[in-house]
């Protein structure tokens, strides 16, 4: 059944709704606001009643998928289960309750978890210090790259080109490019790692910054990671670790270890907080030796037992207000605390153990284009398919009729008809068991009887949507 | 789909000469790659541009990518199909996805005066584009 929108279930006049009479002297509204700044109408809100909008909203989040209720696998965005227990303790009073003009006396408890937390992300990254106030993922990139301009200014260095492999994710050129600096782009070879030939040809004085996803959105480990390290300190420039990939590796490898200045991280991500509905996120920064100075936000540090801050003295300024998204960083902190070193491990071992069970069961079916063992994601081509006139789109929504999310498809871009598939560490053998024979049906339905892959989703409450149709007419107001 | 009446660059334009002028715009395979194409976004007429230089930008819902200019040269026409709004007001001729119906057709991205005519040496005949599709494959 269609739902409509709140807007048509509106009923003008709906007595249901009562204000309780206002106890403070009414104003009259063009005596304190001048009349330039007065709408004409007022603002057209939907008439219902409380009983409308809670039905209304509890059956749109029922037809909402959600890791909570089926498999995600989403390449490169880590849709693992986010223990509840993050969710209990980001909500304790304590935490929740507590203003950030508090003070630090008042404070303590929240910033010796922000200061534990830093010291944890060090000794998972390997690097030195950490900020803790970058919002999302893209945001702590722009933050590191801030803090590569800011530092290449000091040196009285121009440096204006930051390099970005072809396999990179969208937001490494689009950051690069807010914070000012120009791109070039560097070639994968044929096994899937930086072309080192092509980053030789890249290098040169003016190149500030190298931008390395380690495992690649190919879900490749960068073998070639240490002579990539060498040659772009060699030319000067800097190496940032986008931590997009990190689930793969925790506790097994360090990115400070393979030599890269500058870390971020998705904590929402990596370290469990429900995500892809738009936030709230957590992206700090990390940086080694002389760069940590740069970071935004007070340093944290244990004083005879007390939390203090301590200003930093080349910091490049907050880059969000007071704390960042603190009931991310909770969350994170319990995830860590709570799986401990061996189970961040653990973690880890088994999303990469997940991935390359999939991609063993599915690689009969279609084509994989980097015939190695893979991390914790992977990436198959429908270029097979495609031949016959079904493309990766087509499969996606068809995977949807199963009660399976579609892995992320298009992406990355050096593959044709990209089919990028994470299944994360949480799932069980018998959730990917199920999920494998879907994906073999549709890939038997590709040649037996290809229209019904064409013309999915079937099951769904929505059906194919024109999103060409959707892009070029940017109508996002109904009414 | 390569007609073998146009040149070609290996960023997969396409060109037309038609006197002096070039008339350019993407070829099947770069729209069947790009998929549906949604905005494109031109440089304004009496722009310079030089041979190979980016001109322009294209987007897709999967993607977005750059076009190149073929040749050397001042902007003279832009296709107005790619204008979502001219002059304030919405385009009713707006039709982006002309270059995914008819790429060598109605989906012409832009003309452009020929400033150099001896550069049209380093554009690809139909048959070495056709061998360079064939490598890319």
Redesign the interface.
Known sequence: MDEKTIFELSRPGTPEIQMPEHDVPEMILDEVIPEKFIAPLPPPMPEVSELDVIRHFTRLSNKNFNVDANFYPLGSCTMKYNPRVGEWASRLHGFAGLHPYAGYENSQGALKLMEELSEDLCEITGMDGFTLQPAAGAHGELTALLITRAWFKDKGEDRDIILVPDTSHGTNPASAAMAGFNIRQVKSDGYGNIDIGDLKSKLDDKVACLMLTNPSTLGLFETGIEKVESLVHKAGGLLYYDGANLNALMGKSRPGDMGFDLVHLNLHKTFATPHGGGGPGSGPVGALGPLVDYLPGDELVDEDGLTVMKPRTRSIGRVRSFYGNFGVLVKAYVYIRGLGAEGLVRASECAVLSANYLATRLKEAFDLPFKRRCMHEFVLSASRQKKLGVSA?DIAKRILDFGFHAPTV?FP?IV?EALMIEPTETENKQTMDAFCEALLAIAREVEENPEIVKSAPHNTPVSRVD??GA??KLMLCGI | MVPNDLKYTKEHEWVRIEGGIAVTGITDHAQE?L?????VELPAAGEKVEQMGKIGTI?S???VSDLFSPISGVVKEINKIYM?RMEGAENPD?H??YANHDPYGKGWMVKIEISNTEETANLLTPEQYEKLLEEEA
């Open positions: 789109m298009y871009l044709p999103e060409a892009a070029r | 790659m998929g549906d194409i949604v905005f987007e819902v999967k993607t979502d707006f982006p996805e």
